[in-house]
């Protein structure tokens, strides 16, 4: 029977691991030292290469390198602010230019105010000079930025001020901060608390520093070949430290249940393997397989960061079900050295404990519990409904930032729409006058501020169009003036055979929204049904699949809703360093599937124990009590180093991690607290032996995969089905 292989397999490779502990360890020390080692000679860079293939900004963007290189590199802005006009500091402005021309690496030109029109302000008091690179925007080198950053600041004096600014400082203005060593020193607490003993937190704190620095390692070398985004490392390191202690501790936990319960080293290593083991491998493979749903996005920026995910995930299963039970073959009884006074902790069901008795409260009056946790849940979700997605830009960074600066300076001078130029390339190879008309038709498109005349490459079959908004990037009406050139204007000045593209960073911006916005639909079927089906098969259970479905969606709209009062909002954001702004548009996506994923690893853990003790009483009131109880300290000190891991990074710069890390936090918090503790018991109370209950049809048609690692779990007490 596939049960049967299945537990056999996984209980011989538990007893290899015993009996082979110190070759497990020692071939985990080669891994790490021989990833760290190639990741050191044939590493890669994590940079940030954002690409849309199929979008029209996509096809500009191509045309432009083929034919026009000159204009598809990257450009920072220089902001020159002189009170008493900028003409009377002209030499004083293009002595700063020489001076980038000749001292900052990689520059190909330079557009001065004084050669361009409507580079200098109505008002004459701002001017903006063009700096264009080799490289595009986000491959400019650190060093070049800097240089150019510095030479900004020792110019600036009083009354004369000069702000760089544009895509190539914001990507590399930004300072690094080591976010996860807060992580891991609040871990160290609740571990300690949870354990009450110095070895048994030092096993999957170790573990996970393990499976981070394999983790790391692999992408690191993967980044040669893979253009992984440049913050990927730090959600590596959030998702990979969260899921790493978190599948240890579990691992863990079960060990020490079954050594207090007086079974030896040998049969507790098997027993946590097979079951928590086989538990943790489980959720591990639905949170991959949530991240890799993100490749039906169709966006090569978000995949990359999906496989980054998948992988620390992957890493850290692996890591749980070898290493861990390994280090615990080791330790032994030992396993509780160190104890701490006061703080060592049993586990296990324990009738007298405070969870086994809130527990039968809880059953005693399910639908009080059942309808206060649903409301509230229900309440935190309801931001959801006024959410705004864009990208954020410089105007939403730091107010002393540099790019954040020059973003004001530049909305004050030239107006709102100068910081989000649309770039019209147009390809007049096949052309006869489609140009000018182009140029005139859009002069007199309202919601257009500027025009300027085009730009013609040396062959002359190409041309760039400056197109300068009325209305900010971020603003709705931005948005709607791409669409109506895209759809109306242009269209009409290419009866000639003239073809025109719109690109520019707010173009494909609103190209990706409208990409994101077309493909979410999928992401959400394929996620929440491959999660439906597995859960169903190992829990024999459609009811119990759909519940953990609805619950999981429950405990992300409840985290939408915080993200959206405090990063669109404002409420509490000066607390963590950010203004009010648009959430960013590929967040929603981004968090459903780490979300739906992590989620599901309390599901599984808790439910596999309540499935676990109702297969040996039959009785589901008993089952929800044991199970909660043996599990709900366990899933509590998970929980809390997640939400400390995750919001360690909310103290860190960049404000998308912080919206990351308040997300991901508030979701987990949500969901090992309202959802486990309270609504679950009270829903499965409600149902009765309808928890259990899958069409005999189904039950036929789909594998059977025994989480509980007993060989049971097919076999239910009579009347399940």
Known sequence: MATQEGAGLLERWAGFVY???????????AVLVGIGASARAFGGEFQTEFTLPGSESQRANDLLRERFPAQAGGEADLVFEVPTGVEGARAEIEGVLARVAEEVPDVAAIESPFERPGYISPDGTIA???????FDADKVPHETAVALIRLAEGASRVDFTVEPGGRVIQFNEQTEFGSEIYGLIAAVFILLIAFGSVVAMGVPIGAALFGLGTGLGILMVAARWIGFPDFASQFAAMIGIGVGIDYSLLVVTRFREAIHGGKSVRDGVIEAVTTSGRAVAFAGIIVAIAFLGLFVMGLPFIATLATAGAVVVLVAVAIAISLTPALLAVFGTRVDWLRVPLL???????????WYRLSRTIQRHPWPFAVGATALLVVLSLPILSMELGFTDA??????????KAYDLIAKGFGPGTNGPLLVVADVRDGNGGLARAVELMRETPGVAAVTEPVVNPAGDTAVITVIPTTKPQDHATTELVHRLRDDVLKRAET?????YITGVTAGQIDASDRISERM??????VIGLSFVLLTAMFRSVVVALKAAIMNLLSIGAAYGVVVAVFQWGWGGSLIGVGTGPVEVFLPMMMFAILFGLSMDYEVFLISRIREEYLKTGDTGTAVANGLTATARVITAAAAIMVTVFLAFVLGPERVIKEFGIGLATAIFVDATVVRVFLVPSAMALLGRWNWWIPRWLDRLLPTLDVEGAGHAAAGPAGAK
């Open 128 to 134: 903006r000079a063009v700096v264009r690179f080799t």
């Open 496 to 500: 000639n055979g003239d073809r025109f």
């Open 395 to 404: 105007g939403n960074r730091a107010p002393d930032s540099h790019s954040r």
């Open 344 to 354: 060592h902790q049993s586990e296990g069901v324990d009738p007298s404990s405070t």
């Open 521 to 526: 639909p999928y992401l959400f079927i394929g």
């Open 19 to 29: 009996r082979r502990k110190w070759l497990v360890l020692a071939a985990w020390v």
